[in-house]
């Protein structure tokens, strides 16, 4: 399972495509079609979202409770 803080990065990925796409959806030049296809995508993203956030209050209690721990990754430069 991811972290709590991999799972919060998710999340906010999916908050950062819902808000694009609501830019989207208020442009005045789109057409019906396309309207709907945004929307469509937005409606999934939030799904994923929902699930993302499960996941995290699932992870959340688990780390609370103490039968499980975080799990931290160290990053590691690999770069100058």
Same mark, same amino acid.
Request: no cysteine; net charge negative; charged share 35%.
């Given at each position: 399972?991811?972290?709590?803080?991999?799972? =919060?990065? &998710?999340? /906010?990925?999916?908050?950062? &495509?819902?808000?694009? =796409?609501?830019?989207?959806?208020?442009?005045?030049? #789109?057409?019906?079609?396309?309207? /709907?296809?945004?929307?469509? &995508?937005?409606?999934?993203?939030?799904?994923?979202?929902?699930? #993302? /956030?499960? %996941?995290?209050?699932?992870? %959340?209690?688990? /780390?609370?409770?103490?039968?499980?721990?975080?799990?931290?990754?160290?990053?590691? &430069?690999?770069?100058?």
């Amino acid at each position: 399972m991811l972290s709590i803080g991999e799972l =919060i990065e &998710k999340i /906010v990925i999916e908050n950062i &495509k819902i808000f694009n =796409i609501r830019e989207r959806l208020h442009s005045e030049s #789109l057409g019906d079609e396309d309207y /709907v296809n945004l929307n469509e &995508k937005m409606m999934q993203i939030n799904d994923n979202k929902g699930e #993302l /956030v499960k %996941l995290l209050d699932l992870k %959340l209690e688990r /780390v609370l409770s103490g039968s499980e721990k975080n799990r931290v990754i160290n990053p590691i &430069k690999t770069y100058d």
